[in-house]
Each structure stands twice: as structure tokens, then as C-alpha cells.
């Protein structure tokens, strides 16, 4: 099992900046990759949007919209992973979920954080 607890995220005005961060604990070795979703205000959860991705090796995937604005990166040897983000826009308005995937005995397990808000204010 892998436990994910964020931190950050809050109240900015358009344009502004905020940064996640997410700990992962529990079997660690596990995890691959590591990443970002978020689920708008009015989604349900199975219209949760990827933000970012991030592999065990530092390869990046970015959803459009944010490509250029927000940066994600990871410390292995904490095992965790943040989410930088600049320029942010009222769209970006979202709970924002930390994802870890883990393989063990060819099993592929998913895991999310408990999520944390973040508000862009026009």
C-alpha cells in the first residue's frame, strides 16, 4: 500500500503562483510514476483531468492547457513530488489530487491523495 499526503494549494488572484507537494509513504519502492490530476468544480470524480505526470526516471507529461505555466518535479530520495504553478487562471480553479502508480508481483495498484483545493480568483 501507498499513502499520499499533499500540502499547499489555497486562495491567488489571476496570475499569480502556488506550489504542491505530495509524500508518498507506505511501500515506496514500488511507485512509478507519480503525477497530478484535478477535478473542476461540478466534475465528477471519473472527469478528473491529468495536470502532470512525472516517471521514476524524471520524464514529464503535461496536459495542454498547462504546458509552459506549471512544472512538475520529484525527489525520489524523499519520495515526493511537487507541482509548481505560475500564471495560474480562474479555469485552474480545481481540487487538486496527488496519483502514484506502483508495480509489485506484475500488479499494477493506484493510489490517490486525499486532494487539496486550489482557487484562483478573477
Known amino acids: 500500500q501507498v499513502q499520499l499526503v499533499e500540502s499547499g494549494g489555497g486562495l491567488v488572484q489571476t496570475g499569480g503562483s502556488l506550489s504542491l507537494s505530495c509524500a508518498a509513504s507506505g511501500s515506496i519502492k514500488s511507485i512509478e510514476t507519480m503525477g497530478w490530476y484535478r477535478q473542476a468544480p461540478g466534475k465528477q470524480r471519473h472527469q478528473r483531468e491529468l495536470v502532470a505526470t512525472i516517471t521514476t526516471h524524471g520524464t514529464t507529461d503535461y496536459a495542454d492547457s498547462v504546458k509552459g505555466r506549471f512544472t512538475i518535479s520529484r525527489d525520489n530520495a524523499k519520495s515526493t513530488v511537487y507541482l509548481q504553478m505560475s500564471s495560474l487562471k480562474p479555469e485552474d480553479t480545481a481540487v487538486y489530487y496527488c496519483?502514484?502508480?506502483?508495480?509489485?508481483?506484475?500488479?499494477?495498484?493506484?493510489?490517490w491523495g486525499q486532494g487539496t483545493q486550489v482557487t484562483v480568483s478573477s
Open positions: 496519483h502514484a502508480d506502483s508495480i509489485a508481483f506484475m500488479t499494477i495498484s493506484y493510489f
